[in-house]
């Protein structure tokens, strides 16, 4: 558990971590086996796509405020800055939310 803990602590917030810590504690084998399989996306790559594509949105599955960025021109090239420097906290937050969500349903 700790090295699983040790090797995604990336891609999660700090105070999240904890939390994750007490759920993992608390599986058995089978389901813990199934958790090691779940990939999340890393802050890092979510962060170079928002400033190289500004396309973060799509793969933190937030599509249709994707579409309205792409439409508006990124808001006016307002809205990919605002994005540049929120995307690894996005990241980390959905990559928490997709490990609560699957962890209840395993």
Do not use: H
């Amino acid at each position: 558990m700790n090295v699983w803990l040790g090797m995604n602590a990336e891609n999660f917030r700090p105070e999240d971590i904890m939390i994750i810590k007490g759920i993992l504690e608390k599986m058995d084998a089978n389901r813990f086996l199934a958790v090691q399989c779940i990939s999340f996306e890393k802050p890092s790559t979510i962060f170079l796509i928002a400033i190289l594509l500004g396309w973060e949105r799509f793969w933190l599955d937030d599509i249709l405020l994707g579409i309205l960025k792409i439409i508006t021109c990124y808001g006016c090239f307002i809205w990919w800055l605002v994005d540049i420097f929120t995307a690894r906290e996005r990241a980390r937050k959905y990559n928490f939310k997709k490990f609560m969500k699957l962890t209840v349903t395993i």
